[in-house]
């Protein structure tokens, strides 16, 4: 079974950058869209970015466009999400997300939370005033 160990997370101040890790193991790294969520206090978990697999394409949530950059690291099966000038509204848990893809298989809506099968244990990210 798929098992995503997250690492990275914790206090930064604001217009400050933070780099969150997310380890995976048990599958086929290279067939998985990989995704980060959050969900700050009270709140419902939001998407935040997803890479795919066949192509690497990336889709943003438009809070974080132009802030934060997802990558993938194949040969280490790992991805990696960068923040950069973070934002007191970006605390949150962040957690990274995992869905099997086929080539040329249908399309899915990869901002909900319902469409990934793997999640990690979530990372507490807090950007101070």
């Known amino acids: 079974q798929v098992r995503l160990v997250e690492s990275g997370g914790g206090l930064v101040q604001a217009g400050g950058s933070l780099r969150l890790s997310c380890a995976f193991s048990?599958?086929?790294?290279?067939?998985?869209?990989m995704a980060w969520f959050r969900q700050a206090s009270g709140k419902e978990r939001e998407f935040v970015v997803v890479?795919?697999?066949?192509?690497?394409?990336?889709y943003h949530a438009d809070s974080v466009k132009g802030r934060f950059i997802i990558s993938r690291e194949n040969a280490k099966r790992t991805a990696t999400l960068e923040m950069n000038s973070l934002k007191p509204e970006d605390t949150a848990v962040y957690y990274c997300?995992?869905?099997?893809?086929?080539?040329?298989?249908?399309?899915?809506?990869?901002?909900?939370?319902?469409?990934?099968?793997?999640w990690g244990q979530g990372a507490q990210v807090t950007v101070s005033s």
């Open positions: 890479t795919r697999p066949f192509g690497g394409d990336t």
């Open positions: 997300a995992a869905r099997r893809e086929v080539l040329f298989g249908g399309s899915y809506d990869y901002r909900s939370k319902i469409a990934y099968t793997s």
């Open positions: 048990g599958d086929t790294f290279a067939d998985f869209a």
